[in-house]
Structures are given as structure tokens and as C-alpha cells.
């Protein structure tokens, strides 16, 4: 047994509106353990990025419950710090404000540090996002990949037990895409404490590249969990021309374009 630090038990979520109720989530069950990275992957309009929600706080359950090492969530908190597909940055301030502003906000709920402090731990982790020579500029001056980076540098410098992702590469292009896949890696892998990773896709490549794990949703629910046996990193080219990695892709495939469509068109998801 892993050392659990996520449990979702029969999580149910559905939207009231006027006369219309809308199930978004249906009887979810999943325990995610501490340092593992999953990947929930299903097709647009599934549920994923509501499940996220949910696991962030912002978002609680019509019925069942989300637990984070043993305690019901009922709000954010500080041992989880979001990635979204939007950078999510402040236009006025500097990539170091950006990272620093968020680390002080974060200590008010924990051990109040300087702002001197502050800007000291932004500058480390703009260090490991290799973004020191751009510290100084604001968002609008810096590319699309390099805000994300601002963004991803600005979550790790939280200091959180947990990261939910969600879709943080989807307006990239391949190139950049690529890069920031082996740098969000590299940031886990390097970890003294790993930590534990929920990361949002559409894109199957992306979640074998990334994950210990793949949860596959259908509209509503969980439709399969797939382990990813391999050594890491799944994209060196002796993984990805072993016939293990060819078995598991086929079976991946399968699952999402064959065996969960039927189910996918009968709750009327988009694919």
C-alpha cells in the first residue's frame, strides 16, 4: 500500500440552476499517493478540469467526499498551489514581483517571511526556470512559454505538498510544449520531497511522457486507470522502442478512441 495523500471517495457534484440540475462529477473514487504523478485524461467537456477544481477547493462536493492527508477539504489551502492554461500573472508587476508577491501571500497563513526573503526565494526559482536574465521584465514584454514559466516558477516557490496543473501547456506550440514537459519533470524529479502531481490533458503523448499513472474520464466518471511500468524518462529512445512501450501505447489508444466511445457519445461529451 502507498502512503496515501489524496483520498476521493464516491464524489458526486451536480449545478443548480433555475428549474435545471446539472450532474457534473458522478460516484469518483480515486487515491492518489505522495509523490506520484498523475495525469487525468479524457475527452473536452468530461469533467477534468471540474475534478481539479474540486481538489483545489473551489469547488466542494453535492455528495461524498476529497480528503488531503486525512483531513476533508472545504476550501484552498496552502499545501496546494495551482498551474493553469492562462498564466494568471499581474501585467503591472516583474516576473521576480510576480513570484515574490505570491510567496508572501502564501506566509501570512504559515511563518511570515520578509519581503526581502521573499524576493530571494522568487530569484531561486526563476534560477531553475532559467529565467534569471528576464527577473526584471514585466508579463507583456516576455513570450507566452516564458510566462508559463514565470507561473510554474511562482507555484514551486509556494513550497506546496500538492500541484494541480491544469491543461498548462495547451496554447503552446509543440516546441515550446516540449521544452516545458522536461522542465516541469526535471522541477519533480529533483525534489528532495517529490511532490505529489495532478495534471490536467487532452493530450495522450503528454500523459505518457508525464505520468506514474493515466485516469482516464468519461463524461461524469472515472472510465480506467492505467499504470505506466516504465523506466523513467518515458521518452528516451530505448523506453520508447521497447515492445513494453509499444503494447502499452496500443493499449492506450484503444481505450481512448475505441473501448470509452460508445460511453462518450451516449453522456454527449465533445471529443
Not at 7 to 17: A, F, T
Not at 174 to 202: A, M
Request: with cysteine; charged share 25%; aromatic share 8%.
Amino acid at each position: 500500500m502507498g502512503d496515501a495523500v489524496i483520498e476521493i471517495k464516491n464524489l458526486s457534484l451536480s449545478y443548480k440552476s433555475e428549474n435545471t440540475t446539472y450532474e457534473a462529477l458522478r460516484n469518483i473514487n480515486l487515491t492518489i499517493n505522495r509523490g506520484e504523478f498523475i495525469c487525468i485524461v479524457g475527452s473536452s467537456g468530461c469533467g477534468k478540469s471540474t475534478l481539479l477544481s474540486v481538489l483545489e477547493g473551489l469547488n466542494l462536493p453535492t455528495s461524498g467526499s476529497v480528503k488531503i492527508n486525512g483531513q476533508e477539504v472545504t476550501g484552498p489551502g496552502v499545501e496546494r498551489a495551482v498551474v493553469f492554461q492562462s498564466y494568471s500573472l499581474f501585467p503591472w508587476m516583474t516576473a521576480l514581483e510576480n513570484v515574490a508577491f505570491a510567496v508572501r501571500e502564501n506566509s501570512r497563513k504559515t511563518t511570515k517571511i520578509t519581503k526581502r526573503e521573499s524576493f530571494d526565494i522568487a530569484r531561486t526559482f526563476l534560477s531553475r526556470v532559467d529565467l534569471t536574465a528576464f527577473e526584471d521584465k514585466l508579463p507583456g514584454e516576455l513570450s507566452g512559454g516564458m510566462q508559463q514559466c514565470v507561473a510554474i516558477a511562482r507555484a514551486m516557490a509556494c513550497n506546496p505538498e500538492i500541484l494541480l496543473m491544469d491543461e498548462p501547456f495547451g496554447a503552446l506550440d509543440t516546441k515550446i510544449r516540449d521544452n516545458l514537459q522536461g522542465l516541469i519533470l526535471k522541477l519533480w524529479g529533483e525534489e528532495e520531497k517529490k511532490k505529489t502531481v495532478v495534471f490536467v490533458t487532452h493530450d495522450l503523448n503528454e500523459a505518457v511522457l508525464l505520468a506514474d499513472r493515466i485516469v482516464f474520464m468519461i463524461p461524469k466518471q472515472i472510465y480506467s486507470i492505467v499504470d505506466i511500468n516504465l523506466p523513467r524518462p518515458h521518452s528516451h529512445p530505448l523506453v520508447k522502442e521497447s515492445p513494453e512501450y509499444k503494447e502499452l501505447y496500443q493499449k492506450l489508444l484503444r481505450l481512448f478512441y475505441n473501448d470509452s466511445l460508445e460511453l462518450i457519445y451516449d453522456e454527449g461529451a465533445n471529443i
